[in-house]
């Protein structure tokens, strides 16, 4: 075992965590599903590795590593992760790290009714999305307790950041939900995503939950026409749930019809983070001038 690092799923969230890590000295390798995927890793200084994880004999070469990031998402259908699963059969014994921080979703909590939620609020998911990631928490947590890991799970509100503005539904004149029927939503920007993961990573301690936000909840309404204000389109129309439900996708009413706001606390107080982008003026403004 050494002091390099293995980010599993080395997208953008990855890329910029790797980013953190190699400003402190450490050896990144980001698992990846294609060859294609690979070549931004590689042009980031990190060592790719491209793996299959539907396929339970493909991870079985997985290097081992002090410090693991999982941030593969589950597969779709169904309300178990077998991704999950053939990682933790092939990071056993000698190849199970240390430590491993996985990202989940806010979404495990279900429908709160625009509650606040902390991280004694009970899992109660509600979607075929929550339930997935939910299995792979619990899941993780059982093989980190037999093989002697430290699992921190990060339950994730909405990540937003460059390359991650939805401008293109504006321009394309998508509706939005009436102002007065959106229910509360949690963000969060992906720099300040990825510092979390490397707080968590150095003072998380094993089992620690912690939920992950800026701590302004507002409604996607209201973020749609903050970024139709930001980049001068018009504002889209706004439909009231029942006519909602006729013309947005199924993915799309998932987010309208739960509600919640997220404390991020225990974050910020055990974290130690600072965030970069506490607001989302902020945030989108930084966001829109790199893109």
């Known amino acids: 075992m050494n002091n390099e690092v293995l980010i599993v799923g080395c997208g953008d969230i990855g890329r910029r965590v790797s980013h953190l890590l190699q400003a402190e000295g450490r050896e990144v390798t980001g698992l990846v599903s294609s060859e294609e995927s690979a ?3 590689v042009a980031a200084g990190i060592r790719p590795l491209v793996a299959n994880l539907n396929d339970p004999d493909d991870p079985a070469e997985l290097p081992g590593a002090d410090l693991v990031f999982y941030f593969v998402p589950p597969p779709g259908g169904g309300i178990t992760d077998p991704k999950v699963r053939n990682f933790c059969a092939a990071t056993t014994g000698a190849k199970a790290p240390k430590r491993l921080v996985y990202i989940s979703t806010s979404g495990v909590y279900g429908d709160c009714d625009g509650a606040v939620v902390t991280e004694e609020t009970p899992a109660n998911p509600q979607t075929s999305r929550a339930k997935r990631r ?158």
């Open 39 to 41: 070549a931004p890793l």
């Open 134 to 291: 939910y299995d792979a928490e619990r899941t993780l947590l059982a093989w980190g307790k037999a093989q002697g890991v430290a699992v921190i799970i990060l339950r994730v509100t909405g990540i937003y950041g460059p390359g991650r503005i939805p401008v293109f539904r504006l321009r394309d004149g998508h509706p939005l939900l009436r102002l007065e029927e959106s229910p509360p939503t949690n963000r969060i920007h992906a720099d300040d995503l990825a510092q979390v993961c490397v707080a968590a990573a150095e003072k998380g301690e094993d089992g620690e939950i912690f939920n992950v936000s800026d701590g302004q909840p507002s409604t996607m309404t209201e973020y749609f026409l903050a970024i139709a204000e930001r980049v001068g389109l018009p504002r889209p129309p706004q439909i009231g749930l029942d006519e909602a439900r006729k013309v947005m996708t199924p993915l799309m009413l998932s987010y309208l019809t739960e509600s919640r706001r997220m404390d991020n606390s225990r974050m910020l107080a055990r974290l130690g983070v600072k965030l970069r982008y506490p607001t989302l003026e902020e945030g989108l403004k930084a966001s829109l001038a790199e893109e």
